[in-house]
Each structure stands twice: as structure tokens, then as C-alpha cells.
């Protein structure tokens, strides 16, 4: 089977962050993906990723964004960053029930012959307002070329109870003869 | 239990690079394709676009695509996917992200995709592409090449091409 479900996490309402831990390392690429809305006080949060492999200190990212905003489009970028922004999703602010949407790829998350690219397309609607982008970040200090074994998902606020994130796995290996 | 979406084959790139990967005979049995890249070419830039050719045809192509360079936002048209490959001149050891979603492949329309891509690199300039993709021919595919649009690709490049069925 190719895309393999590995752990969920909920929002607790208290915790700016979720982890994945222990990742196994038997699939080709990573993929998350979130259903998410915080308590930040503004109309949108940041979405990191941060501690890679343990690592609580800077990830030396690289990062760029593409993003839009209903009436205007946007690019963005950074180096030496200590977490990756992803993208953004609803605070505290945004209209009651709205929830954000992201899909995250890291892929070969094992090959250590290669740093670590991640991939991330993302966005809100707010019914009047909202983003929508396509986001890249190259976390250097850790994973750098490491394989990938644990991974933070950092917010500015809290991150609500109905808020899910999901880690797949995805195999590249099972040939069928093209 | 039906099996969405099923890894057809992986080409990694070994030693000494090749200009291009192929896949042959592509199954006639899933409802649509995924492609997933992760290249690097020997291109003298920071990033390099890929083509992808289907059924050994270079020809009836086009595509319209959003881009990010790290500074500015483009649009354009063209017959590539823009941020395709990283590129010589970028950060060592980093490769591209890309997918590829083309649906409905063996019907009688002309065949449609949509594509998501990164190139990343260490430093101001990066690109991001979202590009829509069309061919003008009503075959079924039943080969695909993707290559670096004449550059050669390095070594540890992978391209994998999955099949997804619905239902």
C-alpha cells in the first residue's frame, strides 16, 4: 500500500504545538495534514515547523512563500531562520468555525544524501478575507541531511480542540512493471 | 480493501547523471496518475524547469503557471513546470518537491494536470510554482518522460509514478 496512516494529533486548547515523535523509518516521504484553527488574537496565525529531531535550537532555515490574499499576491523569503513558516490559518479572530488547511511533504525524509526540502500548500477562507499559498522550507541545522525522526508543528497561540493533524506515510517501492 | 493510490515505478537517478526518466507501458488501470519528483540538474542556475512529455510526443503542450521567486510573483505560459529541478548553483545536497496530478489519463479528452513545486535553496532567490498543464492530444497516456528540459539530472534524483483509483 503506498500512503499509509501513521498517528493523528488533536488541538488540547492549551498547547501552541503538536509532535511527531518516533516517526518510523520505513516509508519514502512524509505527508501531514492539518485541519487547524488557533487562539491567537488576530485574524490568522503562523503555522512553523521546529524541532526537528529534538532539536530546540535554530533550524537554520531557508524559506520561501507564494501566497495571495483575495487582492493582492505576495513572495516572501528568509534565511537562517530559527523555524520554518508553513503558512498561516485562522486565530482567534477569524469568523467562528473556520478552519485552515494544509498539506506537508517532506520527501526521501530518510536519504541522507539529501537535505531536507518541505512543501506545503496551504489556506483559509474567512468569508470576506483569507490566504491561500505554496511554501518551501529547507531546514539546515537539523534535519539538514539527517533522516527525519520527530517534527514540532508550532503555533503562535493555542491550538483548539477540534483541530487535527494527521502523518502519513508514503512508500515508493512497490513495482508493478512500467 | 481498495487500494487508492499504488506506486507504479521509482527511477533514481544513479552515478553520472542521466538527461532523462521514462516510464514505459504505464498501466491502462487506475483512474489517474501522480507523479512525485525530487531533482537536481547540472543546470548553472538555481533552479532549472522540468518538461514532461507524454507517449513519446513533443508536441501540442501548454501551461499556465503561478510563481514565486522569493522576491516577486510571476505569471506565465509556457509548455513546463517552472520550479522543477534545483539547480547547480543552489545549496549542495537539496533537491526539488514536486507533484504532479493528472487525472483521467486513458480517456478520450485532452489530458489536463496540475502541478505544485518547489525549489529550495539557502538564500534570498527560491521558487515556488503552482502550474496548470495541458495536452492537445486525445490518447490514452501510456508513457510518460520527464527530463530537466536539456540538462542533465544528478545523481539521487528520484521520480515516482503512482497510479490512483478511485472508489
Redesign the interface.
Known amino acids: ?3 499509509v496512516f501513521i498517528a493523528s494529533v488533536n488541538g488540547t486548547g492549551s498547547a501552541t504545538s503538536v509532535t511527531f515523535s518516533s516517526i518510523p523509518q520505513t516509508f ?2 512524509l505527508q501531514i495534514r492539518g485541519f487547524i484553527r488557533t487562539a491567537y488574537a488576530s485574524a490568522f496565525d503562523t503555522i512553523y515547523a521546529y524541532n526537528y529531531n529534538n532539536n530546540t535550537g535554530s533550524t537554520g532555515s ?5 501566497y495571495g490574499d483575495g487582492s493582492s ?5 528568509g ?1 537562517g531562520s530559527f523555524s520554518t513558516p508553513l503558512g498561516y490559518c485562522p486565530g482567534n479572530s477569524a469568523t467562528a468555525n473556520v478552519y485552515g488547511v494544509m498539506v506537508f ?4 525524509y530518510t ?1 541522507t ?3 531536507k ?3 506545503t ?1 496551504f489556506g483559509y477562507d474567512n468569508n470576506g478575507s483569507g490566504q491561500v499559498g ?5 531546514p ?1 541545522t537539523l534535519p539538514g ?1 539527517a533522516a527525519v525522526t520527530s517534527l514540532s508543528l508550532v503555533f503562535n497561540g493555542n491550538i483548539t480542540t477540534a483541530s487535527r493533524f494527521d502523518l502519513y506515510g ?9 | 480493501m481498495t487500494i487508492a493510490m499504488q506506486p507504479i515505478y521509482t527511477q533514481t537517478v544513479g552515478a553520472g547523471g542521466t538527461t532523462g526518466v521514462n516510464f514505459l507501458n504505464i498501466p491502462q488501470t487506475f483512474t489517474d496518475l501522480q507523479i512525485v519528483v525530487s531533482m537536481r540538474t547540472a543546470f548553472a542556475a538555481n533552479y532549472q524547469y522540468i518538461q514532461v512529455f507524454f507517449n513519446n510526443n513533443g508536441s501540442n503542450y501548454s501551461a499556465t503557471s503561478l510563481n514565486g521567486s522569493g522576491t516577486a510573483v510571476f505569471t506565465n505560459r509556457n509548455t513546463q513546470i517552472e520550479a522543477g529541478a534545483v539547480s547547480a548553483t543552489a545549496t549542495s545536497n537539496t533537491f526539488s518537491s514536486v507533484s504532479i496530478y493528472i487525472p483521467n489519463y486513458t480517456s478520450a479528452n485532452f489530458k489536463s494536470y496540475i502541478a505544485d513545486g518547489v525549489t529550495e535553496n539557502n538564500a534570498t532567490a527560491g521558487y515556488q510554482s503552482l502550474t496548470a498543464g495541458l495536452w492537445r492530444d486525445t490518447s490514452a497516456i501510456n508513457r510518460i518522460d520527464v527530463s530537466g528540459a536539456g540538462q542533465t539530472i544528478v545523481q539521487n534524483s528520484t521520480v515516482t509514478l503512482y497510479g490512483i483509483t478511485k472508489g
Not at chain 1, 105 to 108: E, F, G, S
Not at chain 1, 170 to 178: C, D, F, K, L, M
Open positions: 500500500m503506498s500512503m519514502t516521504h531557508a524559506y520561501h512563500l507564494l499576491v505576495a513572495a516572501g523569503s534565511t511533504d517532506i520527501l526521501d536519504n544524501n539529501k537535505n526540502t518541505t512543501r500548500l505554496l511554501t518551501s522550507g529547507l539546515l541531511t508514503i512508500t515508493s517501492s512497490e513495482a508493478t512493471g512500467a
